[in-house]
């Protein structure tokens, strides 16, 4: 840790922080990383306040060495001790992620070393998409959370929550959060360990019972854990930004499993279906990565769906649009994903070229018993059908589901039902079933 004698005083206002200006001009002239410049060291002496509650603040301290009090004033003027922080601990978090004013009062209860992070440098740092800052922020939310649950706690059972449960929680908070950091290192290299791999779960003609696509979903052989499910890494993935490597090589490995799965069976019209995630989007280059992808692979664009969910569409933005019609140019195809179970309307269907709607697993395993999920599939349904939309039904479990799709001229399903995900050598093998069915027939 670097010493700045011109900031390592006792917090008298006046040092409390550098014009955020001069020191980075001064940084980028001395040739220092401006944002390790902007980083203020503070020493506090025992007893001293280190924030005022209700005042506004902008920044928040990362404690060196030395033990803080935290404690919240009560209407009556009274004070209670909330928590207590050592080091390696965020104080002051909440002034950094929002603007609101100061929800506790923070008191060094020793000789306390600070290093201040400024609303500014926390600013640039998520805008410079470091992977550590998305679980950071993670870990701000999450205290962020805590410490309206605890000012809660303060005003409803004040008094009942002691001081050793609320360290346990943090305990338990931080070791969730080290947890995180930990799996997203080891997931940093698992593309390059080829420790990922993809399942192909098909898609089914209903009426002919014919398999005419597949999904490619992705699997993570952890060195320890062994086979880990999606939904255990894949949000750690969008959080830390990873997955925009790894939905790389997904793409690259479906074009792959695509090509030798027409050369295997001659069956030139089979696609594949990738999930992408918002993260994915950030890059404006990503629709040209993806031909230059598929001319290397030998792929035509419309044998390629793109899955992308409601949420990334909700959020309006001007480049998700532009790359999306970007793909559409190319003639790949666009299907929402889990349909149904955001908050879609029309006007949002209409400003993006969507080709595919996929009917979410929950209306399709409700629907044979409840008529509001009978309902929404069929204003799905009817819905596609007036935009000249394809429909895939997810998540089919029994022939019940089947019939009642079938009766309502669904075309397209996917589910336990007709296969669960399988390898490619299984893909393959299905295929060639159906081929020799197909031919003895
Ligand atoms: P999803 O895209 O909605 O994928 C469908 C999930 O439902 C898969 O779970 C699949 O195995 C499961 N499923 C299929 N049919 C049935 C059924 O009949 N009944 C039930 N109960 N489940 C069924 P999986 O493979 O565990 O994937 C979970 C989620 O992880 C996916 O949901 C998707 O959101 C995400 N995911 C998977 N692979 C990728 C990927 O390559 N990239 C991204 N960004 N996300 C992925
Ligand atoms: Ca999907
Ligand atoms: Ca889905």
Redesign the pocket.
């Known amino acids: 840790m670097k010493e700045k004698p011109d900031h390592s005083a006792a917090p008298a206002p006046e040092t409390s922080s550098d014009p955020a200006g001069s020191a980075a001009v001064q940084a980028v002239v001395s040739g220092l990383d401006p944002v390790e410049a902007l980083q203020v060291e503070k020493l506090y002496r025992a007893g001293e306040v280190i924030m005022l509650q209700d005042e506004p603040g902008d920044c928040a301290y990362f404690v060196q060495s030395g033990r803080v009090e935290i404690v919240r004033q009560r209407p009556d003027g009274s004070e209670i001790e909330v928590g207590r922080r050592g080091p390696g601990t965020l104080i002051g978090e909440m002034a950094i992620v929002d603007d609101g004013p100061r929800s506790a009062t923070v008191r060094a209860l020793e000789d306390c070393r600070l290093l201040e992070i400024s609303k500014a440098d926390f600013s640039r740092a998520v805008k410079n998409a470091n992977p550590i800052v998305g679980l950071v922020t993670k870990l701000i939310l999450m205290r962020y959370r805590d410490i309206l649950q605890r000012s809660e706690n303060v005003r409803e059972f004040a008094g009942v929550t002691t001081m050793l449960e609320q360290q346990e929680r943090y305990h338990a908070e931080e070791s969730r959060v080290l947890d995180a950091v930990r799996m997203a290192n080891e997931f940093k290299g698992a593309v390059a360990r080829q420790e990922l791999f993809?399942?192909y779960?098909p898609f089914i003609q209903i009426d002919t019972g014919r398999v005419i696509g597949f999904?490619?979903?992705?699997r993570w052989h952890h060195p320890v854990s062994g086979r880990m499910?999606?939904?255990l890494f894949?949000p750690m993935a969008?959080d830390t930004g990873l997955?925009v490597e790894?939905?790389r090589w997904?793409f690259r490995e479906s074009c792959k499993t695509l090509k030798r799965l027409i050369t295997h069976t001659g069956d030139s019209a089979l696609f594949i279906s990738?999930?992408?995630?918002a993260q994915d989007f950030d890059d404006p280059g990503f629709p040209d990565e993806m031909l230059f992808i598929l001319h290397e692979t030998g792929i035509h664009p419309s044998q390629i769906h793109l899955?992308i969910t409601e949420r990334l569409l909700l959020r309006q933005s001007e480049q998700v649009k532009q790359i999306l019609l970007q793909c559409r140019q190319y003639d790949m195809q666009i299907a929402i994903?889990?349909f149904g179970t955001g908050y879609s309307s029309l006007s949002y269907l209409h400003q993006y070229p969507v080709t595919t709607l996929k009917i979410d697993?929950s209306f399709v395993r409700n629907m044979t018993s409840d008529e509001g999920a009978l309902g929404l599939v069929k204003s799905i349904l009817s819905l596609s059908e007036n935009m000249g939309l394809s429909i895939i039904a997810?998540?089919?479990?029994t022939q019940q589901q089947v019939d009642m799709l079938k009766s309502l001229k669904c075309q397209v399903a996917?589910?336990?039902?007709f296969a669960?995900?399988m390898s490619e050598q299984d893909a393959a093998r299905l295929l060639t079933m159906q081929r020799t069915h197909h031919d003895r027939a």
Do not use: C, H, K
Request: glycine share 6%.
């Open positions: 993809l399942e779960q999904e490619a979903l992705m499910r999606p939904d894949i969008e997955i790894a939905t997904a990738v999930n992408f995630s899955e994903d889990d697993q997810e998540g089919v479990e996917q589910g336990f039902f669960r995900p």
